[in-house]
C-alpha cells in the first residue's frame, strides 16, 4: 500500500489523484486549500508541522508500506519514526521542502542527516537541491530522484494566449528580487504589473506606472499574465527550485520571458535561452526588458523559444507516472 502525506490540501493533484487511482491512501494533515491564491507563510507551515493530526499517521502505515510525504510535515514525522512512535515503512520518500535562505539551509541539513534511516530518500524539483542532497545531507545518489515539475494549475483561460497588451508582468512569492526589477523598470518604456504576496513587501514607487496586486487568486493571476506584452521574472541567485508555477504560465500562455539566470529556470528552458540576464544586474535587467518591450523580432524570438520548450516538456509524460515509478523502484 502507497500511503502519501499532504501537508496542505489539494496540492500536487496531478500526483495526487493518479496515485490514487493504483490505489494509495491520502491523508492531509494540513489546512485546506481553495482555489485562490496558493501563497503560505512561514508560520502557516510552521502550525501545520505541530498540529496534533500529525498523531493520526501512527496507524496508517506498516513495515511493509510505501509512503509519500509532501511538504514540511516531514520532519516531525521523520522524527516520530526515528523514536519509534511511527513504524518504518519500507520504503518513504519526501519532496516539496524547498529552502531559499543558506542558513536555513544548513540546519536543515543536519536535520536531514540525524532523522534519516535506510528506505528513505528524496524528490528533488533542481539540480541544485540533489546535489545538496548527495553531498551535504549524505544520501546516496540513487535514493534522490529528479523530478521536473509540471503539474497543472488553476486559472488557465486558454483564449488569452494570443493577446499581446502594453505592460510588464512580474509575480510570485518564493525567492524574488522585486527591489532589482523596480530599478531596473525605472528606464524601462512599458508600465508594470506586479502580482505578489503581502509578505514580499512590495511597494509603489512615487510617480512610478507601477499596479501592485496582493495574493490574487490563480485565475486573475494568469489572466493578468497572458494579458502582457512581456514577462519579467526576477529572482535571488540563491535558493532551489523557484519561479516553476509562474514558468508553468509562461509556457502555456506563450509569453515572451525576461529572467535572472536559475538553474531551475534552464531545466525548463536550456542554458541558451536568450532571455536570461545575469544575477544582480539591474543595468541588464532593464537592458532586456526594453529590448523586449520594444523590438518585436527580439520579442517574437523569445516567444519562439518558450513555444519549443512548451513543446518538450509535453512529451516528458505524465508527472504522477513518474512519481509512482520512483515510489516502486
Not at 7 to 31: E, F, I, W
Not at 237 to 258: D, F
Not at 319 to 325: A, F, L, N, Q, V
Request: proline share 4%.
Amino acid at each position: 500500500m502507497i500511503q502519501i502525506i499532504l501537508s496542505q490540501a489539494g496540492g500536487y493533484q496531478d500526483v495526487v489523484a493518479y496515485l490514487q487511482q493504483q490505489g494509495a491512501h491520502v491523508s492531509n494533515m494540513g489546512p485546506e486549500r481553495g482555489r485562490g491564491s496558493s501563497f503560505r507563510g512561514k508560520l502557516s507551515i510552521l502550525a501545520a508541522m505541530v498540529s496534533p493530526k500529525l498523531w493520526g499517521v501512527r496507524k496508517l502505515w506498516g513495515s511493509d508500506d510505501i509512503v509519500l510525504l509532501i511538504g514540511w510535515q516531514a520532519l516531525p514525522i521523520l522524527a516520530m519514526i526515528r523514536c519509534g512512535l511511527v513504524k518504518r515503512p519500507r520504503k518513504l520518500l519526501v519532496m516539496a521542502c524547498f529552502v531559499h535562505s543558506v542558513r536555513a539551509r544548513r540546519g536543515l541539513n543536519l536535520l536531514w542527516r540525524a532523522l534519516r534511516f535506510p528506505g528513505m530518500g528524496f524528490i528533488a524539483f533542481s539540480k541544485g537541491e540533489g546535489d545538496n542532497l548527495i553531498q551535504a545531507v549524505g544520501m546516496a545518489p540513487q535514493d534522490v530522484y529528479f523530478h521536473l515539475w509540471r503539474q497543472e494549475l488553476y486559472g488557465f483561460g486558454g483564449a488569452a494566449a494570443a493577446v499581446e497588451g502594453d505592460y510588464v508582468f512580474a509575480g510570485g512569492y518564493s525567492n524574488r528580487d522585486y527591489d532589482l526589477l523596480l530599478q531596473a523598470m525605472a528606464g524601462v518604456s512599458a508600465p508594470l504589473v506586479v502580482v505578489a504576496a503581502e509578505r514580499n513587501h512590495v511597494s509603489v514607487p512615487a510617480q512610478s506606472r507601477m499596479t501592485l496586486h496582493l495574493d490574487l487568486p490563480e485565475a486573475q493571476f494568469e489572466s493578468l499574465l497572458a494579458a502582457s506584452r512581456v514577462v519579467a521574472m526576477p529572482l535571488k541567485s540563491q535558493g532551489e527550485a523557484c519561479g516553476q508555477s509562474v514558468l508553468l504560465r509562461v509556457l502555456r500562455n506563450r509569453k515572451p520571458l525576461v529572467a535572472t539566470r536559475h538553474e531551475a529556470i534552464e531545466a525548463y528552458l536550456g542554458s541558451d535561452y536568450p532571455g536570461f540576464v545575469p544575477h544582480d544586474d539591474v543595468e541588464a535587467m532593464r537592458a532586456t526588458l526594453e529590448r523586449a518591450v520594444e523590438d518585436a523580432t527580439f520579442r517574437k524570438a523569445l516567444s519562439d523559444a518558450i513555444m519549443q520548450a512548451e513543446s518538450r516538456l509535453a512529451k516528458v509524460g505524465s508527472p504522477g507516472e513518474e512519481i509512482h515509478r520512483f515510489l516502486l523502484s
